[in-house]
C-alpha cells in the first residue's frame, strides 16, 4: 500500500511566522501535490511537482512556496503565515507515466494561525 | 480553477438507505475518481473510472462514468452508519498533461442508526 505521511495532525503557529509542512511517500512516485481544504470549497491545489526540483503553481500559490529537494519529500512553505492560511492541508503523490493515475493521500495537517 | 459540480452538498438519512450522488462538468474528463474522507483523516480512493459508460462496483458502493465523459455518479446501498463521511468526486480533465486533478466540492453523508 502507498503510505504518504504528513509530518504533523495539528498545528499551532502565529502571524508572521514561517511554517513548514512536511510530506513525505514511500512508494518512489514522481508526481507529489499539495492541497488546501476548506469548508464547502472541497480541495483546491496549491503547488505540484513531478520531479526533484521541479514545481508548478496550481490555483492558489498565493503566500505558499514548496520545495522538492528528494523524490520522497515535498516541502509546503508558508513565508509569513496569515490567519486566512488557516486550513486543513492536504498532500498527495502518484506515479509518473501514466497520468490518469489516481493521486493518494496523507491524513492532512490541520493548521491554525492566530 | 476549475471544479466539477457535486451534488447534494449533504444527506441526512435513515439507516438501510439507499444513497446516490454526482458531479457534472461542462467539459470532457478522461478518469473520474471517487474519495471518501473521514473526519480527522485524508481522502481514501474508493473507486476509480477509466471508461466512459464503465460500471463498477466495491461492495455497497458503485460508481459510473458517464457516456458523454461530463458525469459521474455514486451510489451506496443499504447505508450503515461507518458510511458517514465527505464524498468527493474528481478527475482528470480531457486537455490535461500534468496528472492535475479537479475536485468536486464534496457531499457529507450523515447516517442515523
Known amino acids: 500500500d502507498v503510505k504518504v505521511t504528513q509530518s504533523s495532525r495539528y498545528l499551532v503557529k502565529r502571524t508572521g511566522e514561517k511554517v513548514f509542512l512536511e510530506c513525505v511517500q514511500d512508494m518512489d512516485h514522481e508526481n507529489m501535490f499539495w492541497y488546501r481544504q476548506d469548508p464547502g470549497l472541497g480541495l483546491r491545489l496549491i503547488y505540484f511537482s513531478y520531479d526533484v526540483k521541479m514545481k508548478e503553481k496550481g490555483d492558489i500559490p498565493e503566500g505558499y512556496s514548496v520545495s522538492r529537494e528528494k523524490k520522497e519529500r515535498f516541502s509546503l512553505i508558508l513565508e509569513s503565515a496569515s490567519t486566512n492560511q488557516t486550513s486543513m492541508y492536504l498532500c498527495?503523490?502518484?506515479?509518473?507515466?501514466?497520468?490518469?493515475?489516481?493521486?493518494?493521500f496523507g491524513d492532512g495537517t490541520r493548521l491554525s494561525i492566530l | 480553477g476549475q471544479q466539477l459540480n457535486q451534488s447534494p452538498q449533504s444527506m441526512f438519512i435513515q439507516e438501510g438507505e439507499d444513497v446516490s450522488m454526482n458531479c457534472t462538468s461542462s467539459s470532457i474528463f478522461n478518469t473520474w475518481l471517487w474519495y471518501k474522507q473521514e473526519p480527522g483523516e485524508g481522502p481514501v480512493l474508493l473507486i476509480a473510472?477509466?471508461?466512459?459508460?464503465e460500471l463498477t462496483s466495491n461492495g455497497r458502493l458503485t460508481a459510473q462514468f458517464g457516456i458523454t465523459r461530463k458525469d459521474s455518479f455514486l451510489n451506496i446501498s443499504a447505508s450503515i452508519p461507518s458510511d458517514v463521511g465527505i464524498y468527493f468526486c474528481a478527475g482528470h480533465h480531457g486537455s490535461s498533461n500534468t496528472g492535475k486533478l479537479i475536485f468536486g466540492q464534496g457531499t457529507t453523508l450523515q447516517v442515523k442508526p
Open positions: 498527495a503523490s502518484t506515479s509518473g507515466g501514466n497520468l490518469n493515475q489516481p493521486q493518494h
Open positions: 473510472l477509466y471508461k466512459a459508460g
